[in-house]
């Protein structure tokens, strides 16, 4: 069993920044996939950001490239989420989840989730 829990959700402005981190507790970290998924009012969730186990590997949505930033630190057990030039159209709840595989992309590849932090971009 894995717990997760976000924070460093924000109201920021446009072309602002933020951090977010990802805390995980109950078995060892580096086990697993890490990645980060948001979802706006009225559309699905969808895959933002994904680090391998290892930190070595990371792959991002294509709309976040060269913007977000993700990172892990394994003996820490903490995951991060660094958005930089963040735009009004990311602003969304973002889930922080563990997964199975190398760089999982789909929700369905991943067993726990956090309960969610919201980041709000105004313009």
């Known amino acids: 069993q894995v717990q997760l829990v976000e924070s460093g959700g924000a109201l920021v402005q446009a072309g602002g920044s933020l951090r977010l981190s990802c805390a995980a507790s109950?078995?060892?970290?580096?086990?697993?996939?890490m990645g980060w998924f948001r979802q706006a009012p009225g559309k699905e969730r969808e895959f933002v950001a994904v680090?391998?186990?290892?930190?070595?590997?990371?792959y991002y949505r294509q709309h976040v490239k060269g913007r977000f930033t993700i990172s892990r630190d394994n003996a820490k057990n903490i995951m991060y989420l660094q958005m930089n030039s963040l735009k009004p159209e990311d602003t969304a709840v973002y889930y922080c989840?563990?997964?199975?595989?190398?760089?999982?992309?789909?929700?369905?590849?991943?067993?726990?989730w956090g309960q969610g932090t919201q980041v709000t971009v105004s313009s």
């Open positions: 109950g078995r060892t970290f580096s086990t697993d996939a």
């Open positions: 680090i391998s186990r290892s930190a070595d590997n990371t």
């Open positions: 989840a563990a997964g199975s595989g190398f760089l999982p992309v789909e929700p369905e590849q991943y067993n726990y």
